[in-house]
């Protein structure tokens, strides 16, 4: 199924942290336009690939986009209008090639993901299929993934003093999409209301978590096993488990891990992980040390590995040779995947091979930068990897990715909701 451009769009928009972003879009000769929204990141690992922002300080504090608009609209478009392409990895090389940079630092990587991002929904209105349906390599099967919602956040999302930057619920016992986002906007609620009830604050985070003024992570994990059994659901694998993401490189300075007050080496936090996954039922780590720590992920995954997924973020970056070499390392055992990490689809498609090649567990993922567009979850739901975070099942920014979930799970009954277990094996 080939497309032919007839042109490319961009305009600045606001993501949902007040910042600006992109919203691109790709108009076919036939006349059809799709469009894509550009997610961005906070805790951002230093492999990204780069985006363009104009650094006049006059505007939005030197992150507006118009340069990166007009990437799209000048030497983006100049290359793309009025070609025909046959598939998206030949569109995505031709973007790659035309920026030359090996992290996107020239185009921008916020510029050519958009391009990419909306090139691949007109790719599946050629073929007449869901995105999702598109996304699905030959051989794989899809899924609907497991949501992990983020409910309580701290870190550079939150003003609070909580150093891990997120906690999240995983209705890994649901029956079904709809019973395990239930479960999860169910145990938010109460979660809120016993949070209120003790006099801590409810205010939201950036991935509409709350962010409550708690310092140990012991105190809000106490309070979502709490709030998961008055909820009515059972703590653990056959319920509702628990997701950290510390975001570690965050709270790495001085070569210490500096956490609730205590300034830890690599090992000791090791492990303090180890202590809480025997007293929370906890089924997955990311980035529990800083992306620079290699020897501590060796020790981290040799120590926790066989127990619950250990989940490269900031340390993999979403790129398939970085992946690949942690592997080859026995480095974690599952990738965090966030398509402007890398920049385009086809890379972004190519990591989650990797995955599968390795033996690799794979989670899709927001940025704390949202729009409305529900990219992720059709991406989460073709790829087959059976898990998706996208914040809190709250703030339509987060809400919108869990309710195009739904939608599939309507449309497509006959897809299984995914089956992972507590621990990665
Ligand atoms: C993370 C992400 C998304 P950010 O660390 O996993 O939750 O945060 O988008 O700020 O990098
Ligand atoms: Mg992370």
């Known amino acids: 199924m080939t497309i032919q451009i007839r042109t490319t769009n961009a305009l600045e928009i606001l993501d949902s942290r007040g910042r600006p972003t992109l919203s691109v879009s790709l108009t076919l000769t036939d006349g059809l336009t799709c469009t894509a929204g550009v997610p961005a990141g906070a805790s951002t690992g230093s492999g990204e690939a780069v985006e363009v922002r104009d650094g006049d300080l006059r505007r939005y504090g030197g992150r507006g986009v118009r340069s990166a608009v007009a990437n799209v609209t000048g030497p983006i478009r100049a290359a793309l209008a009025g070609r025909t392409f046959g598939d998206l990895a030949e569109l995505d090389e031709t973007l790659r090639s035309l920026d030359g940079t090996p992290d996107k630092a020239r185009l921008g990587a916020n510029a050519i993901v958009g391009v990419s991002m909306a090139a691949a929904r007109a790719f599946a209105a050629a073929a007449d299929q869901p995105l999702w349906r598109y996304l ?136 303090h992980y180890a202590e809480l996954i025997d007293r929370y039922p906890i089924r997955s780590l990311e980035d529990g040390l800083a992306e620079d720590d290699w020897d501590g992920w060796d020790r981290l995954t040799e120590r926790l590995g066989d127990r619950v997924q250990i989940v490269g973020d900031d340390i993999f970056v979403t790129d398939p040779e970085i992946i690949a070499d942690a592997a080859r390392r026995g480095v974690g055992n599952a990738a965090l995947v966030k398509v402007n990490q890398i920049g385009t689809v086809t890379e972004t498609l190519e990591a989650f091979r990797v995955c599968r090649e390795t033996g690799y567990a794979a989670m899709v993922s927001h940025r704390s930068g949202e729009t409305l567009d529900t990219f992720i979850a059709d991406l989460a739901v073709g790829s087959g990897c059976g898990q998706l975070k996208s914040g809190a099942p709250a703030r339509g920014e987060r809400v919108a990715k869990y309710n195009r979930l739904l939608e599939i799970a309507e449309q497509a009954p006959d897809l299984p909701y995914a089956r992972i277990s507590r621990s990665r094996t």
């Open 136 to 271: 699905t390599p030959p051989g794989v099967a899809p899924a609907l993934p497991v949501p992990h919602f983020n409910v309580v956040n701290g870190g550079v999302h939150a003003p609070n003093p909580l150093d891990f930057q997120e906690f999240m619920l995983a209705p890994v016992g649901a029956p079904d999409m709809a019973e395990a986002v239930r479960a999860g906007a169910e145990v938010y609620a109460v979660l809120r209301a016993r949070l209120a009830a003790a006099g801590h604050a409810t205010g939201l985070g950036d991935e509409g978590g709350f962010a409550p003024d708690l310092t140990r992570p012991e105190e809000v994990l106490d309070a979502l096993v709490d709030a998961i059994v008055a909820a009515g659901y059972q703590p653990g694998p056959e319920g509702v488990a628990i997701a950290l993401d510390p975001a570690a490189s965050q709270f790495h300075r001085d070569g210490a891990y500096h956490v609730a007050g205590r300034a830890m080496s690599s090992a000791e936090l090791v492990d």
